[in-house]
């Protein structure tokens, strides 16, 4: 009998395993190609297709409108982009469920990043001709419940469990994240608008698709640094077929709980892609000493604000931990809230001086971006990071996808709100989303003291009982 071979140690970088750097890279190639999307489409939608443009011609336009029409009445062009906005942003966080199922039971969660990378390509490729806008949209929702909830499950994979690293593993992964987020608006945004004359908005689809095959291309050269699926640790742990205990289901319900508050949250925090860059097009003075900002860079100022800003929080809850008053994820989530809704309080002033008739400075949008980073970094890569490590194995990627059900909701709530910006005085819709986020934060610190003891629980079973 010949003893097995010793296990080859964890290949590391900079403390972490060097599979993190794999899906940093992936991760931030997917954001660049989302977000260099988001940061066109509604201007695409109201300043070309919808007005300029021949509706008309777009696969399913009439459909779309006229659906959405009976349930809200006659649309001008921007509460219809809005509507279009958050159904389309919901759905990349929805289909999420549907890829997560499948990649728990059938595909694994390798598989399943590689085919929603090359969907979401193929998405970008179609919205190149205004003809398959409505299916481009579509292959890219597709392609987003494969890609987002595998993705993040396999960061927690890289870490055995009661790993103190995690936490900070998901802060590095979210600046990734960030990463590609802060250079698409800039590259899209400059590829659209390439050469003299109108908006080349072609040349700022293809770049994002063009991005998405980097990721991909990233994650296919780097397969051997990544964790075994959630699937094969499942089929090859001792307890494979066991039921879920009573710790588990609680932990479940708690976890439906905050990605049930937390879909307010984002509901107010993506009104940065549509009503934010409405006002950063038409209400205010992007003209700098050093020249002047296109509106799609205002989409840059919250992801400068990750990098500038992640250092200074990890620092700080690392200095309330020394002191043992750093707060639980819950809590930390409604301060997140909390943030937000002083965020988009401060925009209440320049609003004022917007419904007077004024062009208000980009210095208000810079401030308003960098209160509201911290209120993200305080519930985004927290909540990333409670799902990975609360939910039951089995259920891993599930549950990721239910996080993400959050942002599902949440968009559409963003592009239902935002429908009303055209009709409102724009203090009064500031305050409406202010007000909005201070409700959500204190209701997240209301159900803290229920739903706190329930997943420390569960924290505590999974330490003990998971190899």
């Known amino acids: 009998m010949t003893n097995p071979a010793p296990a080859r140690p964890e290949r590391n970088f900079l403390g972490h395993p060097l599979g993190l750097t794999v899906l940093f890279g992936t991760e931030m190639w997917e954001r660049f190609c989302y977000y260099g999307m988001r940061a066109l489409l509604t201007f695409y939608m109201v300043d070309y297709l919808f007005v300029g443009g021949t509706p008309e011609t777009i696969f399913g336009y009439h459909a779309v409108k006229s659906a959405l029409e009976s349930f809200n009445g006659p649309l001008r062009p921007e509460p219809l982009a809005a509507l279009i906005y958050g159904l389309y942003a919901m759905g990349t966080y929805l289909t999420g469920l549907a890829g997560g199922f499948i990649a ?3 595909l694994g969660q390798r598989r399943a990043v590689i085919i929603g990378g090359l969907t979401m390509a193929v998405g970008e490729f179609l919205l190149t001709s205004q003809h398959f806008f409505f299916p481009g949209l ?4 597709l392609g987003n419940g494969f890609f987002k909830p595998n993705i993040a499950t396999q960061v927690g994979g890289l870490y055995k469990p009661g790993d103190s690293r995690i936490d900070r593993a998901y802060s590095v992964f979210y600046v990734g994240i960030n990463l590609g987020a802060l250079i698409a608006p800039i590259i899209c945004g400059r590829a659209a608008h390439f050469g003299a004359g109108p908006p080349h908005w072609t040349y700022g689809f293809a770049a994002a698709g063009v991005g998405m095959l980097i990721g991909v291309g990233i994650n296919l050269a780097g397969q051997r640094t990544l964790p075994p699926d959630v699937r094969q640790r499942r089929l090859a742990s001792a307890t494979a077929h066991a039921k879920l205990t009573a710790t588990d289901r609680r932990a479940v319900v708690a976890l439906c709980v905050v990605a049930f508050f937390n879909l307010f949250f984002w509901g107010c925090y993506e009104q940065q892609g549509l009503t934010i860059a409405l006002m950063a097009e038409k209400y205010t003075d992007l003209s700098t000493p050093f020249g002047r900002f296109d509106a799609e860079d205002v989409q840059s100022f919250n992801p400068f604000f990750i990098f500038t800003l992640t250092p200074v929080i990890m620092a700080f809850w690392a200095w309330q931990a020394r002191r043992g008053q750093e707060p639980t994820s819950v809590i930390k989530m409604a301060y997140g809230c909390a943030g937000t809704a002083l965020a988009f309080g401060l ?8 419904d007077h008739g004024q062009k208000v400075g980009w210095l208000w949008l810079l401030a308003a971006m960098a209160i509201q980073t911290v209120g993200e970094l305080y519930l985004s890569p927290i909540g990333l990071s409670l799902f990975s490590k609360a939910a039951p194995p089995k259920l891993a990627s599930l549950m990721m996808a239910v996080n993400y059900l959050s942002n599902a909701f949440g968009n559409y709530l963003a592009g239902y709100l935002g429908s009303y910006w055209d009709g409102m005085a724009k203090s009064a819709f500031f305050t409406m989303i202010a ?17 706190n003891p329930i997943l420390q629980a569960r924290l505590r079973s999974g330490t003990e009982t998971e190899t």
Request: net charge positive.
């Open 435 to 451: 007000g909005l986020a201070a409700a959500t934060s204190v209701g997240i610190f209301l159900m803290a003291r229920l739903l």
């Open 347 to 354: 925009l209440i002033i320049p609003a004022i001086a917007i």
């Open 104 to 106: 728990d039971r059938f």
């Open 138 to 141: 579509l292959t890219l929702v």
